[in-house]
């Protein structure tokens, strides 16, 4: 069975690029359009990894971060952040959230699939 994989973020052509590039490389992707709709989906179903943007309207990234690790069932998932922010300073506050990982947007599709391979098979 597939891997099932979250992403999040607040632009389309993103979700569609990176839904894109993870179902060519046979994973199975659940879109959401900002943090909210994001923790819902989460709850509403497991998934093996979440990718999500850091600045979108209603939820931030970090806040998505924090609320995910509260659940039993993220305590453990993968979670990358995927930005255009790139600070040591926003990097720190990813980690002390609970991130897995860090990728900078514009990303290259083959590196957020070793990424993805890395970390959920």
């Known amino acids: 069975m ?10 389309a052509s993103i979700r569609q690029m990176v839904a894109f590039t993870l179902k060519s490389a046979g994973y199975e992707v659940v879109e959401a359009s900002d943090g909210n709709a994001g923790l819902s989906k989460a709850q509403a179903g497991q998934v093996d990894l979440v990718l999500t943007d850091q600045n979108m309207p209603g939820m931030d990234g970090l806040t998505l ?11 453990t998932v993968p979670i990358l952040m995927l930005t255009t ?34 970390l959920v098979g």
């Open 65 to 75: 971060i924090r609320s995910l690790r509260r659940l039993p069932n993220y305590a």
């Open 85 to 118: 922010e790139s600070s040591d300073q926003m990097k720190a506050q990813g980690r002390a959230a609970g991130a897995t990982g860090w990728l900078v947007k514009p990303f290259d599709p083959q590196k957020l699939v070793d990424v993805v391979r890395r």
């Open 2 to 11: 597939a891997k099932r994989i979250l992403t999040v973020d607040d632009s």
